[in-house]
T-cell receptor, first 113, second 116 residues
Framework: ETGVTQSPTHLIKTRGQQVTLRCSSQSGHNTVSWYQQALGQGPQFIFQYYREEENGRGNFPPRFSGLQFPNYSSELNVNALELDDSALYLCASSLDRRIETQYFGPGTRLLVL | AQSVTQLGSHVSVSEGALVLLRCNYSSSVPPYLFWYVQYPNQGLQLLLK??????LVKGINGFEAEFKKSETSFHLTKPSAHMSDAAEYFCAVSRYSGGGADGLTFGKGTHLIIQP
C-alpha cells in the first residue's frame, strides 16, 4: 500500500473526446509526476508538478495538461483523444521532487475507441 | 539524454534457481537507478534504488542489485526464485534526485517466468 490512489480504474472514451484522470498523493507529498505506459512498454514521463506548478515535462504535446491542488490531489487532462492515447496512466507522488521518495499509484487504464 | 536497456524481454527460470535480470544504462552524469516490479493489472512497486551510497543495494523480497560504473550496469538478482516472483520488472534511471525535468526513464521491461 503506497498511499497513492487513482480514479477511475478503467475508462473508455472515443477519439476526439476529452478525459480527466485523478490522483490522490501520499499525505505530505508536494510533488506529483504522471507517466503513460502503453501496452508492452515501460512507462514514459509526461510531466511533474511541484507546489502546484509544472516543474518538468517529457515529450508530450500540449493537449496533455495537468493541475495540482493544495490538498495533495492532482489531475491529468487529455484533450482531443487519439487512438494512441490508449494506455495505463500512472501517477507518482514524492516529497520535494526527490525521486528516491517516489511512490506510484495503481494506475488508470484508458481505452480510446 | 539518458537511456536504459533491459536485455531479454522474457526470462524463464525454475523455481529455486538464481534470477538474473540485466539492465544497462546511459547517463551523462552519475545516475540514480531503480528497479520496479509490476504485477498484472497493478501499478509499479519499488524493489530497490541506488542513490550513490553503497554499490550493492538490497531490496525487498530478497532481491539485490549491484551498481557497476565501469560496465554501466545495474543487474537485478535473487538467489532463489519463488513462484510469486513472476511479474514484469522495470529498470529506470534518473539524472536527478531533486528536480523533475526528465522524470524517470524506464527500460522496456523484462517479463519473469517461473517454471515449477
Amino acid at each position: 500500500e503506497t498511499g497513492v490512489t487513482q480514479s477511475p480504474t478503467h475508462l473508455i472514451k472515443t477519439r476526439g473526446q476529452q478525459v480527466t484522470l485523478r490522483c490522490s498523493s501520499q499525505s505530505g507529498h508536494n510533488t506529483v509526476s504522471w507517466y503513460q505506459q502503453a501496452l508492452g512498454q515501460g512507462p514514459q514521463f509526461i510531466f511533474q508538478y511541484y507546489r502546484e506548478e509544472e516543474n518538468g515535462r517529457g515529450n508530450f504535446p500540449p493537449r496533455f495538461s495537468g493541475l495540482q491542488f493544495p490538498n495533495y490531489s492532482s489531475e491529468l487532462n487529455v484533450n482531443a483523444l487519439e487512438l494512441d492515447d490508449s494506455a495505463l496512466y500512472l501517477c507518482a507522488s514524492s516529497l520535494d521532487r526527490r525521486i528516491e521518495t517516489q511512490y506510484f499509484g495503481p494506475g488508470t487504464r484508458l481505452l480510446v475507441l | 539524454a539518458q537511456s536504459v536497456t533491459q536485455l531479454g524481454s522474457h526470462v524463464s527460470v525454475s523455481e529455486g534457481a538464481l534470477v538474473l535480470l540485466r539492465c544497462n544504462y546511459s547517463s551523462s552524469v552519475p545516475p540514480y537507478l531503480f528497479w520496479y516490479v509490476q504485477y498484472p493489472n497493478q501499478g509499479l512497486q519499488l524493489l530497490l534504488k541506488y542513490t550513490s551510497a553503497a554499490t550493492l543495494v538490497k531490496g525487498i523480497n530478497g532481491f539485490e542489485a549491484e551498481f557497476k560504473k565501469s560496465e554501466t550496469s545495474f543487474h537485478l538478482t535473487k538467489p532463489s526464485a519463488h513462484m510469486s516472483d513472476a511479474a514484469e520488472y522495470f529498470c529506470a534511471v534518473s539524472r536527478y534526485s531533486g528536480g523533475g525535468a526528465d522524470g524517470l526513464t524506464f527500460g522496456k521491461g523484462t517479463h519473469l517466468i517461473i517454471q515449477p
